[in-house]
């Protein structure tokens, strides 16, 4: 299956069953499934909560044999993202 078909498939089953908190999407599915967007809500109790983190995500070709590349748009302060929103 071509990785452009099985990011087809992954964008169908989040807006069938979206995941609590987050959601992407391909920024253009009618050119391209390779660049999405999507934000991230912070979970209520936590240092996070009432923040909406907005993010880039790259597919590589080889997904998913290989992770995609994210980037946080928002600035947020946690360990494992840089100054610069990478993960």
């Keep these: 299956m071509a990785f452009t078909q099985r990011l ?4 169908r089953d989040i807006q069938t069953n979206p995941p609590p908190l987050c959601y992407a999407e391909p920024e253009d599915p009618g050119k391209s499934m390779i660049h999405w967007i999507g934000w991230i809500e912070g979970p209520q109790d936590t240092p996070y ?15 998913p044999f290989k992770p995609p590349v994210i980037h946080f748009i928002t600035p947020v302060f946690h360990p494992n993202i840089s100054v610069k929103g990478d993960i």
């Design 49 to 63: 909560a009432g923040g909406k983190f907005r993010l880039i995500i790259d597919f590589p070709a080889d997904f």
């Design 8 to 11: 087809a498939i992954h964008f």
